[in-house]
């Protein structure tokens, strides 16, 4: 059984002690934390013994409230209680407007195109309502668990494009937790899946939460869970479905359509219950307000059947991308809470020819996989060898060229991490600045594509038109994050740019709302930052030393030897003192000298895999 | 690594009739060797590197799976880069056509049934093009026929690309 571990704040732990990891689903109606005790991978309760937290936070004057008491509240103050922020992630003002009456708050735009909510703490953008729901789960982890985070994996949809994606680490970010990983949602139940029944093969993940829907395709081989195909629609939920139920009250009702906020939360409740409700129930009677009706299953079926058939388009695309047929999926499982609704599990059952697995929660089953993605990750040794997922993106990646269309350079579904270049030329003479438009989506025309980012790659030397080559590489990591470079090859003129989504926060506005975050009080943000970069330098200080003792003698010379072992002994003297930018630099410069060690070190172990020895006996 | 060599980093000869399975286990033990997940916990130096290192190995497993594109890497290992468009090859133009045409018609009928036996038919010219291919491609003196056929083989697996995309609209 492992021991808890508690390490003193500012202090490292020891390289054997087991260190502290999360995993968190930040769902658009619940959220999740879930940590690997015991060997065992549960969610963690709160201490009223309740795992999920609803994704709901309520403004007041001057403190938040976040979870089920926020939820509560939502019809009774609904400006200032935000639920389902998820889908507002990553969007701009104009998607936003395209979710229309949906949506009761007020917006505003900021100095991105992020829209952000009045409420009466000010505006808040979505990233921000992450981060308080972050924050809470945070902070039930440490106190249950009795030390800081290392770390926390935290799930997307598979579907999440990349301005989704960043907005969620943002999130992270303010909420004080350090990303090990995005980990897409459908890929982590398989881990739980997966681990659970020694699984092999090939495997669906239909995965239909609150506000998305994702369908992937893995091989599993021995600890390999690779991501064949993934597919699904980032705006199709069971939000959905209880808007179709509250249609069709204010249909059957006679009700005005043009609804007061809190009329329209009160419906939105009656609706969510009876579809609740129907999960058992044959029928059931709604009533809302003095009105009231029967509503039949079959009804509510064929009310969600539209949204039925477009996630079933979608698996069967996701099949087809996979080069498979349908009969050749051995095994499909169900995750997110809507698939509770006894019409997605026959549909889905019809589909693929077999029944769907559901034995682990399906509210559950994300966090719980990604606590034990979260466990390897801070470096914990796992019983039973180690995993290895290998993931795709779930949308194409290109570049704007002549006549507005849109030049695929990474495919949809292409394994992450990938680096891709694409070489293009001036079309003027004398041409000196080009402009990179950086697209993701499926279509040819730019305007039915996402938009990510443009840069400008300027000071391209005179030359006739034709005559510049311009190479422009993506690289997309494990996150599935993207940054894109651009270089003329003649002069080696270079731009790049980490890709600040169109519709992400801005580095300044991140800043802002950091300072502005009550938990870094001024004196504990510099106490703070000290303390992280202390930690890096030990943390490097460590891999470091470890890596000499294993392979220094056998991969450096002497002189190489001598001035890794200065930038350690200087950053060593610096630790015994306060200057965290001092810290911060050396360790930095630490970095850079073990640069070439670290490339010697990773090449060795790729000659040893090939050579079929065992990773272990060589590093050990 | 660093190698120029896509086949000698899976520890395989260079040849187009490849054991594709060997080929994906070779690729899962340098994954799991590489793998930026593996580094998660590791200084910044090493995380850099793995992303590098992940990356080319993802390209190279995608070149060497792929028949096209394995045929293409085994001509430009063979000597020059493909001539491109100097390679005339009248006879598949006409093919060519023929296939377009017959996609187009069961576009206008939504012929369903229909697509599925122009798919197994696409299925058994690759593998007849595979064949002839791995017979021809390491012969100097059919360096032409190599190239005609390898973009023979382009084409067909563009064309299946875009029987998938067929089949998707005719999904909606």
């Not at chain 1, 060898?385 to 704007?400: K, T």
């Not at chain 1, 070190?601 to 040893?608: C, E, H, I, M, P």
């Not at chain 2, 993802?58 to 001539?83: F, H, I, M, S, W």
Request: charged share 25%; proline share 4%; glycine share 8%.
């Amino acid at each position: 059984m492992a021991l808890l571990q508690i390490a003193e704040p500012g202090q490292a732990p020891k390289p054997h002690q087991r260190r502290l990891a999360v995993g968190i689903d930040l769902g658009t109606t619940n959220s999740l934390v879930a940590a690997l005790r015991s060997g065992i991978s549960e969610p963690l309760p709160d201490a009223n013994g309740q795992v999920i937290l609803p994704s709901a936070v309520r403004y007041h004057a001057h403190r938040v409230e976040v979870g089920q008491s926020a939820k509560d509240a939502a019809a009774a103050d609904p400006l200032n209680t935000i639920i389902s922020v998820k889908r507002l992630m990553g969007r701009g003002i104009s998607d936003v407007k395209h979710l229309g009456g949906q949506l009761p708050y007020r917006f505003t735009g900021g100095e991105s195109h992020m829209p952000f909510i009045e409420t009466v703490q000010g505006p808040k953008s979505p990233v921000e309502v992450s981060a308080d729901i972050l924050k809470v789960l945070r902070q039930r982890a440490e106190e249950t668990l009795g030390g800081e985070l290392v770390g926390a994996v935290i799930t997307v949809p598979a579907y999440f494009d990349d301005a989704q994606r960043q907005a969620t680490k943002d999130a992270a970010k303010l909420a004080g937790l350090t990303v090990l990983r995005l980990l897409n949602e459908p890929t982590a139940a398989a881990v739980a899946y997966g681990l659970d029944q020694n699984a092999e093969g090939v495997v669906a993940i239909y995965d239909l939460g609150g506000g998305t829907f994702d369908i992937s395709i893995l091989r599993l081989t021995g600890g390999v869970f690779e991501v064949m195909a993934t597919g699904g629609d980032s705006a199709l939920g069971g939000d959905d479905f209880d808007h179709a139920i509250a249609t069709w009250i204010i249909a059957e009702a006679g009700l005005s359509d043009d609804l007061d906020p809190a009329a329209q939360r009160r419906l939105m409740q009656t609706a969510c219950a009876a579809k609740e409700a129907l999960t058992d129930a044959d029928s059931i009677d709604v009533v809302h307000g003095d009105w009231q009706g029967l509503l039949t299953r079959a009804a509510f079926d064929s009310l969600i059947e539209p949204m039925i058939a477009r996630s079933l388009k979608a698996c069967r695309r996701a099949v087809r991308d996979c080069g498979l047929e349908l009969d050749e999926v051995e095994a499909v499982v169900m995750v997110g809470g809507s698939t509770r609704v006894p019409r997605v599990r026959e549909a889905v059952a019809e589909l693929f020819g077999r029944q769907p697995l559901t034995e682990i929660d399906p509210d559950q089953v994300v966090a719980i996989g990604a606590a034990i993605q979260a466990d390897t990750l801070a470096g914990n040794k796992r019983d039973g060898g180690e995993l290895l997922l290998l993931d795709v993106i779930p949308l194409s990646l290109g570049l704007e060229t002549m006549g507005g269309l849109m030049e695929k350079v990474i495919p949809r579904n292409t394994t992450i991490p990938v680096a891709r270049a694409q070489e293009f030329t001036t079309y003027k003479d004398g041409q000196s600045a080009m402009m990179i438009h950086v697209l993701q989506g499926e279509r040819e025309l730019i305007s039915d594509c996402r938009s990510l980012a443009r840069f400008d790659l300027r000071g391209i030397p005179a030359m006739v038109a034709g005559a510049a080559k311009i190479r422009v590489t993506f690289q997309v990591d494990a996150d599935g994050l993207l940054s894109v470079s651009a270089r003329e090859l003649a002069s080696g003129v270079e731009s790049s740019i980490q890709v600040k989504p169109s519709y992400g926060l801005t580095d300044g506005e991140i800043t802002r709302m950091l300072k502005d975050s009550f938990q870094y009080a001024s004196d504990d943000m510099v106490a703070r930052a000290l303390r992280e970069q202390q930690v890096d330098a030990q943390r490097l200080l460590e891999a470091v030393e470890g890596a000499l003792q294993a392979d220094g003698d056998r991969l450096l010379d002497a002189e190489e030897r001598m001035v890794i072992d200065l930038q350690m002994e200087e950053l060593r003297e610096l630790m015994k003192g306060n200057d965290g930018p001092a810290i911060e630099l050396q360790t930095k410069r630490l970095s850079q000298v073990t640069d070439a060690f670290a490339a010697r070190r990773l090449d060795s172990t790729v000659k040893a895999a090939l050579a079929g020895r065992n990773l272990n006996e060589i590093e050990e | 690594m660093g190698t120029p060599c896509h086949f000698a980093l899976f520890d395989l000869q260079p040849g187009f009739n490849l054991d594709l399975d060997l080929l994906a286990t070779r690729y899962r033990e340098l994954a799991r060797s590489v793998h930026p997940d593996r580094f998660a916990d590791a200084p910044e130096a090493e995380q850099r590197v793995a992303l590098e290192r992940s990356a080319s190995l993802n390209d190279a497993y995608q070149t060497l799976k792929n028949a096209p594109k394995r045929a293409r890497y085994l001509l430009a290992l063979k000597g020059e880069v493909p001539l491109e468009v100097t390679v005339q090859d009248p006879e598949f133009l006409m093919q060519q056509m023929q296939w377009r045409e017959e996609l187009e018609d069961l576009q206008d009928e939504a012929d369903l049934a229909g697509v599925a036996v122009f798919k197994r038919r696409l299925k058994v010219a690759q593998e007849e093009l595979n064949e002839s291919f791995a017979a021809c491609w390491d012969d100097a003196a059919q360096r032409e026929q190599a190239e005609r056929l390898m973009r023979r083989m382009q084409f067909l697996d563009k064309l299946s690309y875009e029987v998938r995309q067929l089949e998707e609209r005719l999904d909606d």
